[in-house]
Every structure is written in structure tokens, then in C-alpha cells.
């Protein structure tokens, strides 16, 4: 690590500034805080983690009702339930990430929750195909404050030999809120859809569907809440804000090992969230399952995956033991779900990026 490159694993503007190149910076153990604090901080951003993927993933339960509604094909459902969410997701998340550098990373979060929990209720509002394309982009631009964010937090809370295990647990909020998006979203269609139409407040009636997407944005708002109870911590000492040309200089410097993770988690997100998408509608259509049903078998599958926790293992693995953080092949081969991550780990360029415990 030079002094004027910026670091892989967080946000994309950090540079180092150390006393001697090569010598990373001094991260702040907990930023001053009680370790009780931090670990309820890291509940809180992963508790925002699973709500985001429940918000992310309650169309794909209604599949059927709003293709029969809007009259639109499984390729146009699949453009807003991908397309309208994925890039405006990635595109923003290069620009927030940016902002996470400059400004408040708790304000950024908090202001997303709120955002992307809007842009879900309203959803149920849509009255044609491009209002829903336009609420689900807002979907995406909201999550997308998320994570860039949430990283660069956990390293102000975590000391280094607990920061795995503090994005481990983080991490755990998508297993988790897959699962729970799918319960959660099969009772609540399952009791949105034996009452008919039902009044909320200053939004009007709503039935079916479109009730279903007001609720589950309602829900997610008390998160926002509980962010305002998270402080903001102090930037990691010795770095200092790059320049977009200085960290457009380090990608490309270091584009053989990221483009071997872009490709493992590209192709890795491109085949999980297809099939979180279209196996509820599968069980439907191939076996005659109603929505609950097929929410509850797939609900039970992920949340059981969530409880086993491998990010949770692979964490605690990584900081107990030096050999998996001196060694980039066994600190990525643990932590990856990919063989492109793994064959990032490979080139010797990684050993400069997994900092020594002290």
C-alpha cells in the first residue's frame, strides 16, 4: 500500500498516508467506544441488512398477482425485479461509496432505509408498469447506501482481530433476510389476501399486492430510527481522502485481482438472485403451490442456511487465526463462494492488501 492509493476493502476514496509505504495506517481499536456499543452497531447495520433484502426480494413473491394485474410478461417482470434494481444499485453505489469518504456514513445509511422503505410502500401504489420500474429504482439507489457505508463503520468499531467476525455478522443479515423475507412476505400475503381491502392512514385503501408492498416498506422504518442511536465514528488515523484520478489509478493498477472478484460475485449474484426470483413462482406454477406454501418451504431452506451462520464461521476463523491473515489464499478460500475469488488470492499482489494483526 502506497501513499497515494486507496484501500480494496474499503470505501473507494481512502489513501494511506503511513510514516513508510507498505506500513498500513493505524485503524482505531473500537474508535473510543465500549465494546458493547460496537457489537450493538454491528446489530443494527446487519438488522438493516436483512430488511434491505427483505424489501429487495418481496416481489418475488408476487410474481403471479402482478403479471395478471399489469399485464406483462415474465421478461418485463424480470427487468423490474433485476434490471430496475441492479443498476441503479451498482451504478449509485460507486457515487455513495464516494460520499461515505466525505460525509456522515450515518446519515448516508440512515437517509437510504428511510428512502428505500419509502420507495417500497409506494410501490403499492403504482398504477402501470413504469411506476413500479421507477419505485424499484428507487429501491436500489436507497440499498445502495448501504454497504459501502456499513464497511467503512465496522472498521471505525471493530479492532482488527474482531473485524472479520464484525462483517461476518453483517453479512449474516442477507442469509437472514432472505429467509425472513420469505416467511415474513408469505404471512403477510397469506393475511393480506383473506381481508380484502384494508385503510392506512393518509395512504388510502389498498388490497392484494399492492397492501402486501405497503406493509413490508412500513415495517423496515423503525430501522431508520434506530440508526439515529448510532454514533458516527472516527475516521481510521492516517488516511486521508483521494482524489478521483488517484483511485481511478489504483483500480487500474490492480485491475487483474479485481476483475477476478467482480467476476466470482457478479456471476455468483447473477445465478442466487435468479433463483431467488423465479423458485417461488416455480412452486406455484410446476406444483400447484399458493404463495405462503412456496414461502415457507423456501423461507425454512434460507433461514436454516442463515442460522449455520458460514459467514459467522468464516469470520471467527479468520481472526483467531494468523495464519488465515498472513495467508491471502486461506483468508479468501474461507471467506469466498467463488473460484475467481479464489484465484484472486493467488497473485502475490494480494499479500500487500491483508493487513498483519498487530
Same mark, same amino acid.
Given at each position: 500500500?502506497?501513499?497515494s492509493?486507496?484501500?480494496?476493502?474499503?470505501?473507494?476514496?481512502?489513501?494511506?498516508?503511513?510514516s513508510?509505504?507498505g506500513?498500513?495506517?493505524?485503524?482505531?481499536?473500537?474508535?473510543?467506544?465500549?465494546?458493547?456499543?460496537a457489537?450493538?452497531v454491528?446489530?443494527?447495520?446487519?438488522?438493516?441488512?436483512? +430488511?434491505?433484502?427483505?424489501?429487495?426480494?418481496? =416481489?418475488?413473491?408476487? @410474481? !403471479?398477482?402482478?403479471?395478471?394485474?399489469l399485464?406483462i410478461?415474465?421478461?418485463?417482470?424480470?427487468?423490474l425485479?433485476?434490471?430496475?434494481f441492479?443498476?441503479?444499485?451498482?451504478?449509485?453505489?460507486l457515487?455513495?461509496?464516494?460520499w461515505a469518504?466525505?460525509?456522515?456514513?450515518?446519515?448516508i445509511i440512515?437517509?437510504? @432505509?428511510?428512502?428505500?422503505?419509502?420507495?417500497?410502500a409506494l410501490?403499492?401504489?403504482?398504477?402501470?408498469?413504469? !411506476?413500479?420500474f421507477?419505485?424499484?429504482?428507487?429501491?436500489? @439507489?436507497?440499498?445502495?447506501?448501504?454497504?459501502?457505508?456499513?464497511?467503512?463503520?465496522?472498521? /471505525?468499531?471493530?479492532?482488527?482481530?474482531?473485524?472479520? =467476525?464484525?462483517? *461476518?455478522?453483517?453479512?449474516?443479515g +442477507?442469509?437472514?433476510?432472505?429467509? $425472513?423475507?420469505?416467511l415474513?412476505?408469505?404471512?403477510?400475503? /397469506?393475511?393480506?389476501?383473506a !381481508?380484502?381491502e384494508?385503510?392506512?392512514?393518509?395512504?388510502g385503501?389498498?388490497a *392484494?399486492?399492492?397492501l402486501?408492498?405497503?406493509? $413490508?416498506?412500513?415495517?423496515? =422504518?423503525? @430501522?431508520?430510527l434506530?440508526?439515529?442511536?448510532?454514533?458516527?465514528?472516527?475516521?481510521?488515523?492516517?488516511?486521508?481522502r483521494?482524489?478521483?484520478?488517484? +483511485?481511478?489509478?489504483?483500480?487500474?493498477?490492480?485491475?487483474?485481482?479485481?476483475?477476478?472478484v467482480f467476476?466470482?460475485?457478479?456471476?455468483?449474484? $447473477?445465478t442466487?438472485?435468479a433463483v431467488?426470483?423465479?423458485?417461488p413462482?416455480?412452486? !406455484?406454477?410446476q406444483?400447484?403451490?399458493?404463495i405462503?406454501?412456496?414461502?415457507?418451504?423456501l423461507?425454512t431452506v434460507?433461514?436454516?442456511?442463515?442460522?449455520?451462520?458460514?459467514s459467522?464461521?468464516?469470520?471467527?476463523l $479468520?481472526d483467531?487465526?494468523? +495464519?488465515?491473515?498472513?495467508?491471502p489464499?486461506?483468508?479468501?478460500?474461507?471467506?469466498?463462494?467463488?473460484?475467481?475469488c479464489?484465484r484472486a488470492?493467488? %497473485?502475490p499482489?494480494?499479500r500487500?492488501c491483508?493487513?498483519? %494483526?498487530?
Amino acid at each position: 500500500m502506497t501513499n497515494s492509493t486507496a484501500t480494496a476493502g474499503g470505501t473507494a476514496g481512502s489513501t494511506a498516508t503511513a510514516s513508510s509505504p507498505g506500513t498500513p495506517p493505524t485503524v482505531p481499536a473500537t474508535g473510543g467506544f465500549k465494546a458493547a456499543y460496537a457489537w450493538f452497531v454491528v446489530a443494527v447495520l446487519a438488522l438493516a441488512n436483512c +430488511v434491505s433484502f427483505i424489501d429487495r426480494l418481496i =416481489l418475488s413473491l408476487l @410474481v !403471479q398477482p402482478i403479471k395478471a394485474e399489469l399485464g406483462i410478461s415474465d421478461t418485463a417482470f424480470s427487468l423490474l425485479a433485476g434490471a430496475a434494481f441492479a443498476i441503479f444499485y451498482c451504478g449509485m453505489g460507486l457515487i455513495i461509496a464516494r460520499w461515505a469518504d466525505r460525509y456522515s456514513r450515518k446519515w448516508i445509511i440512515t437517509s437510504g @432505509v428511510t428512502l428505500w422503505c419509502a420507495m417500497t410502500a409506494l410501490s403499492g401504489t403504482a398504477r402501470s408498469y413504469a !411506476q413500479l420500474f421507477l419505485f424499484r429504482i428507487g429501491v436500489g @439507489v436507497g440499498e445502495a447506501t448501504l454497504s459501502p457505508s456499513a464497511y467503512s463503520m465496522l472498521a /471505525g468499531y471493530s479492532p482488527p482481530r474482531r473485524l472479520a =467476525l464484525a462483517i *461476518g455478522l453483517f453479512s449474516a443479515g +442477507v442469509t437472514a433476510g432472505t429467509g $425472513i423475507a420469505y416467511l415474513l412476505g408469505g404471512a403477510v400475503i /397469506g393475511w393480506v389476501f383473506a !381481508q380484502g381491502e384494508v385503510a392506512i392512514p393518509l395512504l388510502g385503501e389498498f388490497a *392484494g399486492w399492492r397492501l402486501v408492498m405497503v406493509l $413490508i416498506g412500513l415495517m423496515g =422504518l423503525p @430501522v431508520a430510527l434506530l440508526m439515529l442511536l448510532v454514533r458516527e465514528p472516527p475516521r481510521a488515523a492516517g488516511f486521508a481522502r483521494a482524489s478521483s484520478s488517484e +483511485v481511478w489509478s489504483y483500480f487500474r493498477q490492480h485491475l487483474p485481482r479485481y476483475a477476478y472478484v467482480f467476476a466470482g460475485y457478479g456471476t455468483t449474484s $447473477i445465478t442466487a438472485f435468479a433463483v431467488m426470483t423465479w423458485t417461488p413462482a416455480l412452486y !406455484q406454477r410446476q406444483y400447484g403451490a399458493s404463495i405462503p406454501e412456496a414461502a415457507t418451504v423456501l423461507g425454512t431452506v434460507a433461514l436454516l442456511g442463515g442460522l449455520l451462520a458460514p459467514s459467522l464461521a468464516a469470520g471467527s476463523l $479468520i481472526d483467531s487465526s494468523r +495464519v488465515a491473515i498472513r495467508t491471502p489464499n486461506c483468508a479468501c478460500s474461507a471467506a469466498a463462494d467463488s473460484v475467481f475469488c479464489s484465484r484472486a488470492s493467488w %497473485r502475490p499482489s494480494c499479500r500487500a492488501c491483508i493487513p498483519t %494483526r498487530p
